[in-house]
């Protein structure tokens, strides 16, 4: 009699249990990452900054969370079908999302969204990614102001990485306030935007820095400004856009990490916290200089301040520019 007391209190103790362990799987107790594998979604395809810096981040993540975090790109219509796909997850923190500056620039590019850009559950901002000018090294532009004086001439064309990219409305920015048109020419992605410069067809390029580093190291491009409001390592002797003439236009995209909305902020806590620790691995940080990017330490209410500002800021130039998506 004793023993059978003994087996039913046991399973009555584990029943009660039960519940507990689910809450802590949904609220961000002990038992998460436990659970499986943690899907990180990356909304563009392999290849670029953006990706890298996730694949980057995921191996660290992995280490550091005691749980594989494997990547998924899910690439299409501007970054929103990645956008989309997560923002209908369960918000239990088995899925993250590689978010970028695309997420406050959409909600105006793209009126006819099914889900709130701005509604995601910020965990990191991860890392900035400024913004570059280059020409040719035989232009005859050294300066932004010698790139005005041609752009007044009428004989500029500048290539993007795309309608709506943040390059490009960078650029609607500066021609706004230098009160100058050029033709700006979309591409779908950056590198053959820099092939064309590269080849004569275009006058500048407006991109990451990241993507023409090499060429500017070496003398094939020459940068004109960079975006952020002091210089990069990356290319300490580009000036920045305050420097060149421009003060006030600074534009600093990032990728980092989001979730879906209503995700314990516990858990994105923690993921914060462990991001943290891998941007300060000297490996780390050694790739993330080479992108010419900067590592940002900083809690998830700094980024959803961000995105929620970059919206603002950039609703206006979309609507101002008349800007379409591609």
Request: charged share 20%.
């Amino acid at each position: 009699m004793l023993a059978r007391r003994s087996l039913l209190a046991l399973a009555g103790a584990t029943a009660l249990a039960r519940p507990a362990l689910a809450q802590g799987n949904a609220h961000g107790g002990e038992a998460w990452p436990r659970e499986r594998s943690i899907r990180y979604v990356v909304p563009v395809a392999p290849g670029g900054s953006q990706d890298i810096v996730a694949r980057l981040f995921a191996r660290h993540l992995t280490d550091a969370l005691g749980q594989n975090v494997l990547v998924e790109n899910m690439p299409g219509a501007g970054s929103n079908i990645g956008y989309e796909h997560v923002s209908r997850q369960k918000p239990d923190g088995y899925t993250l999302l590689a978010g970028s500056d695309s997420l406050s620039i959409n909600r105006t590019l793209f009126p006819k969204l099914g889900f709130d850009v701005t509604g995601f559950a910020p965990v990191a901002q991860g890392v900035r990614v400024p913004q570059i000018l280059v020409v040719r090294a035989d232009s005859p532009a050294r300066t932004l102001e010698d790139f005005v004086a041609l752009a007044r001439r009428g004989t500029v064309a500048v290539g993007t990485p795309g309608n709506g990219s943040l390059a490009h409305l960078l650029g609607e920015q500066l021609q706004a306030a230098a009160e100058i048109r050029w033709t700006h020419v979309p591409y779908k992605g950056g590198a053959l935007a820099v092939n064309d410069l590269l080849g004569g067809s275009l006058q500048g390029v407006m991109i990451n820095i990241g993507a023409v580093a090499d060429h500017v190291r070496v003398g094939r491009l020459r940068g004109i400004f960079v975006s952020s409001a002091q210089r990069t390592q990356a290319l300490p002797e580009v000036p920045t856009l305050a420097e060149a003439g421009m003060p006030g236009g600074e534009a600093v995209g990032w990728h980092g990490i989001v979730a879906p909305a209503g995700t314990d902020p516990a858990i994105l806590a923690r993921v914060n916290a462990a991001l943290m620790q891998v941007l300060r691995k000297p490996e780390v940080l050694e790739r993330i200089a080479a992108l010419g990017l900067e590592p940002v330490e900083a809690p998830p209410e700094a980024l959803g301040r961000l995105i929620q500002a970059d919206a603002e800021r950039w609703a206006t130039v979309v609507r101002q520019a008349r800007i379409q998506p591609d």
